[in-house]
């Protein structure tokens, strides 16, 4: 090297040592509600080994988390504390939906159950599979180092930009009738919210 | 989770001012699942538990009035995740009492060595995690190895680790064969050695035994009043179980004990858990070895059963008969009647109320969820402990959210 | 066994048996509910309530009332078991609470009350259990879709830069 560094130094970007050490060492916040959060506990106990990966620091407490693992479906009542979670983790943070049930309901296309959480959180890296076997979620969470190591910036500038939603925003026609239905007939504190809803033109 | 002081109302007592109330979920690693407690505690010592539950409501009812009976397998493996096949025996058992089928002599036997080997799954998580809780790391990952060989039992038999939707409307989707019945034999082998270390690490650990002994008491008058089952009535003294009181499957020729205790606290529950799993090993001797030849499905003329594969590649009679036994219309003879079947899950009376209405979907498919009658009884047990206990009674209990709220 | 010249003698004429494979089912009108159970649990020992369950009716064949409501009932002791069905119509239905006879009945009835929209009288708690406090519909009835009325999708959708 023309400056004539010692051997021991090496130089490379602020951003890429950072995102060497992060993605090195994520810390998830496993949102297990449920089943897949059984696999969930799979993943992480002796047969798996998610140590090995350097993510094993399950943390319950979002403050000291950067990546979400959204295990198990996510319901009506469920959905404002995931969101919460959500925004209390710090940046920058990552999220794996992980299950069918996370990533669009799955079998459960029901009154109750949200129709994947991407509609309303940001999502990662989607893990399909009711429920994913073990070695599915060690994928996921090699591919997620892989993705925080190529796209990662020290000021997270890369997050910045994204001010829509990653999620599906168009509904079905059917669900778009039931909606407007929904606000006609006056559901009481949901029909408020209901004429927010993002419609297409 | 934030600690809120309660408005103080009035001055009914000095010690008032220090009441305060705590929020336990519904995201919280000792529930391991979604339910939410509120707990107003003076000091340490919880005055009030109030839970809050619904946070895994995703309709499983309403699901099973649209779907016919062999796809709500499908859903009812999702009720109980910590035993997905004791749920499909329990949702064909109802059915097949609506329908009036006799199972073949191989089929209860099968059905009754999963069975089995759902309870020991249910059991060594409900057990390593329960040790967990209370700090010891160890037991969980043995009983967690134990686990991933029942996996490989069943992912062998069904094709599938977790959800396996086996069972079907007179019979099982897959016969077994002499590897699979070796894979068992294995299994039992294997088994005894690891759950005497277990048993040395946690029944007379002195740590385990003081946070689980005289915690949660439940006396035998409240169990029954509070509609208790399985293991948890069994540990207050009530002797009831299904296998033995209102046999089903091949539970009638085989030998075993029910396992009572009159302790009645959460080192009671401990103990029948225990003890139950060297029942169930019994069990799985004797069926393993006497488990009959024959087919494992009932007549396919009977009209009640889809045809086997071969015969749906390979025959015209076979493929009409499988299409006739997926239209709704065409399928099952249903009487329009009601009927109510209970089975012995691991976790108590878990039974189906179906409705019939001459089509092969219910009218309605109410679950007896133990899990959802077991919470509700909680805050009564929990009345005056320490806030630490709160997760040993939670853990005893073996509250799974799905089945919780369905 | 509980005969049911036993029960018409002591709750009325109008109580009815039926039995199908092994389940016996006893009907009676939502007068007499109270005391027929009450009866059942203290003289004939049937003294575990396995569960209280509501159908729908609507739109079924034959059927004449809206809502049945059950109650299963086990005696603990010889292993008998009892179910017992009471009707109930919009459009206030209405029933007797039983949790001062079996305490299991307080989740079980608001359950009920929930999913259906059955209230029961005397009840001390009777709120929503399973779906959210400010939900409005019932969501078992069978007028109610299965996939609801777009409840699911009313919520606020948080992006990468706000988060
Ligand atoms: S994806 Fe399947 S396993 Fe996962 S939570 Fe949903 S139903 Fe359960």
């Known amino acids: 090297m023309a400056v004539g560094l010692p051997e021991n130094i090496f130089i490379t970007r602020l951003d890429a040592a950072a995102n060497w050490a992060r993605s090195n060492s994520l810390w998830p ?39 979400l693992i959204v295990a ?34 799955g079998v459960f296309d029901t009154y109750a159950v949200v129709q994947g959480v991407d509609r309303f959180i940001p999502v990662d890296m989607y893990v399909p599979g009711c429920p994913p076997r073990p070695e599915q979620l060690l994928a996921a969470v090699i591919d997620m180092q892989e993705k925080v190591r190529r796209t990662g910036t020290v000021m997270g500038r890369e997050f910045a930009a994204r001010d829509t939603s ?36 | 989770m934030p600690l809120t002081p309660v408005a103080t109302h009035g001055s009914e007592s000095k010690e008032r001012e220090y009441v305060w109330t705590l929020n336990f979920g519904p995201q919280h ?11 107003t505690l003076d000091g340490e010592k919880v005055l009030q538990a109030v839970p809050y539950i619904g946070y895994l409501h995703s309709g499983f009812e309403k699901l099973g009035e649209h779907l016919d009976f062999n796809q709500y397998v499908t859903i009812a493996d999702r009720m109980n995740y910590l035993s ?33 080997l759902m309870r020991l799954h249910d059991h060594l998580l409900n057990l390593g995690t329960t040790a967990l809780d209370l700090g010891g790391f160890t037991a969980f990952l043995y009983f967690f190895q134990q686990r991933e060989h029942i996996y490989d039992i069943v992912e062998l038999a069904s094709g599938q680790r977790f959800h396996t939707s086996y069972t079907r409307v007179g019979g099982v989707l897959f016969d077994v064969n002499t590897d699979w019945v070796n894979r068992v034999r294995k299994f039992i082998q294997n088994f005894p050695p690891v759950y005497e270390e277990v048993n040395r690490l946690l029944t007379k650990n002195r740590i385990f035994v003081d946070r689980t ?70 069990i799985l001797e004797q069926a393993i070895e006497n488990i009959p030849s024959g087919p494992v499905n009932i007549d396919v003329d009977s009209d009640m059963v889809l045809p086997p594969k071969p015969s749906v590649y390979r025959s015209i009679e076979g ?27 691991p976790n108590g009376e878990l039974g189906f109320y179906i409705v019939g209405n001459n089509e092969s979907r219910a009218w309605r498919a109410r679950t007896r969820p133990p899990s959802f009658i077991h919470f509700a009884m909680f805050p009564h047990m929990i009345r005056d402990h320490q806030l630490s206990d709160v997760v040993a009674v939670l853990g005893s209990l073996n509250i799974i959210a799905a089945e919780l709220d369905r | 066994m509980v005969s049911l010249e036993e029960l018409q003698s002591r709750f009325g004429e109008e109580i009815r048996e039926k039995t199908f494979r092994d389940n016996r089912f006893i009907d009676v009108s939502s007068g007499v509910l109270l005391d027929v159970l009450s009866g059942l649990k203290a003289d004939f020992g049937f003294s575990m309530l396995i569960d209280i369950t509501a159908i729908d009716w609507l739109d079924y064949e034959g059927a004449t009332d809206r809502f049945s409501v059950v109650y299963l009932l086990l005696n603990v002791e010889t292993g008998e078991r009892l179910t017992i069905r009471t009707a109930v119509n919009l459009p206030d239905p209405q029933l007797p609470s039983v949790c001062a006879l079996w305490m299991s009945a307080d989740w079980l009835e608001r359950e009920v009350y929930d999913m259906f929209g059955i209230s029961f009288s005397d009840h001390p708690d009777l709120r929503r259990i399973l779906m959210p406090e400010e939900f409005a519909a019932f969501p078992l009835r069978k007028d109610y879709p299965l996939k609801g009325r777009g409840e699911r999708h009313n919520f606020p959708v948080i992006t990468r830069s706000e988060g």
Request: charged share 25%.
């Open chain 2, 84 to 116: 997905p096949l004791a749920n499909e025996i329990a949702w064909h058992h109802s059915v097949e009492k609506l329908l009036g089928i006799e199972l073949t002599p191989r089929c209860k036997y099968l059905r009754t060595i999963l069975a089995e």
């Open chain 2, 29 to 39: 690693p000792a529930t391991h699942t979604t339910l939410r407690l509120v707990l």
């Open chain 1, 166 to 201: 990653s999620g599906p925003t168009p509904f079905d026609l059917q669900e778009e009738h039931r909606i407007e239905d929904a606000s006609l007939i006056q559901l009481g504190g949901f029909s408020a919210a209901a004429t927010t809803m993002k419609r297409d033109a």
């Open chain 1, 72 to 105: 198990g479906r996510v319901v009506m009542k469920m959905l404002p504390v995931l969101q919460r979670i959500w925004l209390q983790m710090p940046e920058p943070k990552w999220c794996i939906s992980m299950g069918a049930c996370a990533c669009s309901g």
């Open chain 2, 213 to 282: 002994q005289g915690i949660g008491y439940l006396s035998r008058e409240d169990a029954i009043n509070l509609s208790a089952t399985g293991p948890v009535a069994r540990a207050s003294g009530v002797e009831r179980d299904l296998r033995r009181d209102d046999p089903y499957l091949a539970y009638n020729e085989l030998d075993f004990d029910v396992i009572c205790s009159t302790g009645g606290d959460c080192y009671a529950r401990y103990l029948v858990r225990m003890q139950e799993m060297l029942e169930s090993l019994r």
């Open chain 1, 29 to 67: 916040m496993p949102f297990a509600t449920a089943c897949c959060g059984i696999e969930l506990m799979a993943t992480a106990a002796s047969r798996h080994d998610l140590a090995r990966f350097g993510a094993e620091v399950m943390r319950f407490s979002p403050r000291q988390c950067d990546l």
């Open chain 2, 319 to 345: 493929l009409i008969q499988h299409f006739e036994m997926i239209m709704p219309n065409r399928s099952h003879d249903v009487p329009r009647e009601e009927v109510y079947a209970a089975t012995e899950s």
